[in-house]
T-cell receptor, first 114, second 116 residues
Framework: AQSVTQLGSHVSVSEGALVLLRCNYSSSVPPYLFWYVQYPNQGLQLLLKYTTGATLVKGINGFEAEFKKSETSFHLTKPPAHMSDAAEYFCAVRSGGSNYKLTFGKGTLLTVNP | ETGVTQSPTHLIKTRGQQVTLRCSSQSGHNTVSWYQQALGQGPQFIFQYYREEENGRGNFPPRFSGLQFPNYSSELNVNALELDDSALYLC???????????????FGPGTRLTVL
């Protein structure tokens, strides 16, 4: 079975500061990992994904995430934070092969203070 | 290229009623997945359809059912609605198929269902 833990249901940063959102996963097979963002009253937008290869993944809007197998982590970062980054962020895992579903964490709400 | 669309945007039903939610997949995608997102929670997988066949199901009762049509659009049907069914229902489309190793799901805007 696969699972995702997002540490911190709410993270608050100042505009211009580094954003760090934490995600740890559990998977019995090599995982595919995703970060999605959700703005109020909207669906999920893909930020970035890790499948194989380079462990540092770059996504849209300046976001990055690093896959660390030894730590079973896939933390999301963005320097610097903008007011427009305020949203809810979800980490998700999909096991490789024929396992088809995404398992999401509970989400982290990011607020950006001026 | 059009993205994933869902209808209706909002819906209010009463306990015991039935509801049908609709999803049009992104152009070129043959797989549709449905998720339930309760308030303050991450999305939970309901089921997936690949080429009109159910391709896996999450931990949801049989009163949650679905269909996929030849044009790969999909419906989610929920019978005997309960208060706990109140949630945002998200549809996601993808290329699908076991040969697609890096399959990515693209989400629609969701349907907000309120059960009174």
């Amino acid at each position: 079975a696969q699972s995702v833990t997002q540490l911190g249901s709410h993270v608050s940063v100042s505009e211009g500061a580094l954003v760090l959102l934490r995600c740890n996963y559990s998977s019995s097979v090599p995982p595919y990992l995703f970060w999605y963002v959700q703005y109020p009253n909207q669906g999920l937008q893909l930020l970035l994904k890790y499948t194989t290869g380079a462990t540092l993944v770059k996504g849209i809007n300046g976001f990055e995430a690093e896959f660390k197998k030894s730590e079973t982590s896939f933390h999301l970062t963005k320097p610097p934070a903008h007011m427009s980054d305020a949203a809810e962020y979800f980490c998700a895992v999909r096991s490789g092969g024929s396992n088809y579903k995404l398992t999401f964490g509970k989400g982290t709400l990011l607020t950006v203070n001026p | 290229e059009t993205g994933v669309t869902q209808s209706p945007t909002h819906l209010i039903k009463t306990r015991g009623q039935q509801v049908t939610l609709r999803c049009s997949s992104q152009s070129g995608h043959n797989t549709v997945s449905w998720y339930q997102q309760a308030l303050g929670q991450g999305p939970q997988f309901i089921f997936q359809y690949y080429r009109e066949e159910e391709n896996g199901r999450g931990n949801f009762p049989p009163r949650f059912s679905g269909l996929q049509f030849p044009n790969y659009s999909s419906e989610l049907n929920v019978n005997a609605l309960e208060l706990d069914d109140s949630a945002l229902y998200l549809c996601a489309s993808s290329l699908g198929g076991l040969a697609v190793r890096t399959d990515t799901q693209y989400f629609g805007p969701g349907t907000r269902l309120t059960v009174l």
